[in-house]
Antibody
């Protein structure tokens, strides 16, 4: 069974750093892209970027380029989303999601990780 | 900002048929990229509802159907049920952004 399990909720202060994770299981982790999707409170879904763990090829949405870092450790089947200096506006739910090999749809999603940034 | 535009809300009585539109452009739907649809119940992750314009994953009722024509797409829900009350999002790939794009989202209310 394919599963994406994300790390838990985080409460941080502005300016702090953070790295959240998404662990894949039940499939060959290196053969599928993993994407990150932001959902701000009461708002819609926004694709942030994706990584191919097989070779660490990474793509970013122009809106998030330079704002976050996406990485992966294929030895432990885990993808990461990282901030070096959080802002209050980073408060959101963050989902990881796996697109199919042959299409652009996300067929498996993590449960989401709520990040709250507040002084 | 999203490049796929949806109506903020639609509503219908139980048993009725509702449709949700998704308007794109020449760099996504018009370029031949497929549309996919997701259902998001409150407090949960999105769930794939329709893929490749009009295909349902296993387990999705045939009350849900999708279509795409030109730079627009739509999701139809027939025989509306109380459990269909949720947010719905369209999604595609955009060549000018070189990435995935989601629609603005539509809240479906069952009256």
């Amino acid at each position: 069974e394919v599963q994406l399990v994300q790390s838990g909720a985080e409460v941080k202060k502005p300016g702090e750093s953070l790295k959240i994770s998404c662990k894949g299981s039940g499939y060959r982790f290196t053969n599928y892209w993993i994407g990150w999707v932001r959902q701000m409170p009461g708002k819609g879904l926004e694709w942030m970027g994706s990584i191919y763990p097989g070779d660490s090829d990474t793509r970013y949405s122009p809106s998030f380029q330079g704002q976050v870092n996406i990485s992966a450790d294929k030895s432990i089947n885990t993808a990461y989303l990282q901030w070096s200096s959080l802002k209050a506006s980073d408060t959101a739910m963050y989902f990881c999601a796996r697109p199919t090999v042959w299409g652009s749809q996300f067929d498996y999603w993590g449960q989401g990780a709520l990040v709250t940034v507040s002084s | 900002q999203s490049v796929l535009t949806q109506p903020p809300s639609v509503s219908g009585a139980p048993g009725q048929r509702v449709t949700i539109s998704c308007t794109g452009s020449s760099s996504n739907f018009g370029a031949g990229y497929d549309v996919h649809w997701y259902q998001q119940l409150p407090g949960t992750a999105p769930k794939l509802l329709i893929y490749g314009n009009n295909n349902r994953p296993s387990g999705v009722p045939d009350r849900f159907s999708g279509s795409k024509s030109g730079t627009s797409a739509s999701l139809a829900i027939s025989g509306l049920q109380a459990e269909d009350e949720a947010d719905y999002y369209c999604q595609s790939y955009d060549s000018s952004l070189s990435g995935y794009v989601f629609g603005t989202g539509t809240k479906v209310t069952v009256l």
